[in-house]
Structure formats: structure tokens, C-alpha cells
């Protein structure tokens, strides 16, 4: 078992450890069945294909989970895109700005995403991106300034919006989305502009 705990709360890695498996399949169980719209962004999800995807239990069950994830065919080498797939289970949702406040109760920045920043430290990478679709930034901008609330890590707002699934056409409406950095190294942000620069949206 591959477990550390935070305020009491058990926060276990599913891409190397599998002691929380079950509840993981259960958790999927409850978005498919839920009326959640982005259901089918968790459908089939494993993750044994990230190289970080911890995720918190509470009350014997899995309260949220996040993804870390390298794809050299989309963005490069060196770059990894973290807190992807992100789930928090209903009972523990917050809506409108309330959300960014910042604290223990969030628990994705508080417990998941420090575990993947560190991860992809160890690993090597010289930069890793969050994203978000829509065709407005300022719940992103919010979401951001959590992460320094709760990580004290800084994410850089790039001017424009990416294709984040690389060099395809036509580009889906999914893949147009505004990217934050954060290097790793200090060779990271250069490292992003030569890997994802051509991938810049003009729209």
C-alpha cells in the first residue's frame, strides 16, 4: 500500500498502488449512473495510464481524484499536463466563487495536485499545464489562484487559448482551451514554447 494521510484523510496513488481499486470502480459506477454532463469524460478511465492519479478516500469511499499525464504525441517532450480528469463526489462539491476560497475542503489542490507537481519533479519534466475548456477564462483565473492559495505553486495564464490535442484538423471545439504553465526547470517555459507554440489558437 501506497498511502499518506492528511488531516486523517487517506490519499493513495491508482496509477501505482491498488489497494483503493474497488473503490475506484465503484466511484465510476456512481458517475454513470449520475446525471453528471461530463460523464463521459471518466467513462473506461484507467489509471494505470497516468504516471500520477492520487486520490482522496472519505467515508469509505473515494471523495476525488485527479490525473497527472504525459503524451509526447500531443505536446512534446518534457511536458506534462496535470489535475486532469478531475472528480469530486457530489456530496462535497461547492458552487460559484465560494469554490476558490481556498482551504483544506478542496480537495483536489490540497491533496492531489501537490502529490502529481512532485511526481512530475521526480520524473524529470521541465514544465508542466492545466486547461480548461469554454469560451471565458475567468472561472479558470479563479481556479488558478486557488492553486497558489493551496499549493503556493504559481501558474503562468497564457495569452491565448491551445489546441491540446496537437497537430490535428479539423481541431474539435474540445481541444480549444486556455492553458496555464508552470516550469519545472528553468528551461521550462522555452521548452513549452518550441514543444506547444505551433498549437497556439489566433480564434
Known amino acids: 500500500m501506497l498511502e499518506t494521510h492528511f488531516a486523517n484523510l487517506p490519499v493513495t496513488d491508482l496509477a501505482v498502488d491498488d489497494t483503493y481499486m474497488e473503490l475506484f470502480y465503484d466511484a465510476l459506477v456512481r458517475i454513470a449512473r449520475s446525471k453528471d454532463p461530463l460523464k463521459k469524460n471518466y467513462i ?7 504516471f500520477s492519479f492520487p486520490a482522496v478516500i472519505r467515508d469509505a469511499k473515494i ?8 503524451l509526447p504525441d ?12 478531475m472528480w469530486i463526489d457530489y456530496p462535497y462539491r461547492f458552487t460559484g466563487l465560494v469554490k476558490f476560497r481556498g482551504g483544506g475542503q478542496f480537495m483536489n489542490t490540497t491533496y492531489c495536485l ?6 512530475a519533479k521526480d520524473l524529470g519534466f521541465q514544465c508542466i499545464f492545466i486547461s480548461r475548456e469554454g469560451r471565458s477564462n475567468i472561472g ?3 481556479y488558478i489562484n486557488l492553486i497558489k492559495t493551496n499549493c503556493d505553486v504559481e501558474f503562468k495564464l497564457m495569452p491565448q487559448r491551445f489546441n ?6 479539423p481541431i474539435p471545439e474540445s481541444c480549444k482551451q486556455f492553458v496555464a504553465i508552470h516550469p519545472l526547470t528553468p528551461g521550462g ?5 518550441t514543444e506547444m507554440g505551433s498549437c497556439a489558437l489566433t480564434e
Open 74 to 85: 500531443r505536446w512534446g517532450q518534457g511536458i506534462a499536463r496535470v489535475s486532469t480528469r
Open 164 to 169: 491540446t490535442c496537437g497537430q490535428i484538423e
Open 189 to 193: 517555459e522555452l521548452i513549452w514554447n
Open 140 to 142: 479558470f483565473k479563479e
Open 44 to 50: 473506461d478511465l484507467n489509471p494505470k495510464e497516468y
Open 114 to 119: 501537490p502529490l502529481q507537481i512532485q511526481k
Open 63 to 70: 471523495a476525488c481524484f485527479s490525473g497527472a499525464i504525459e
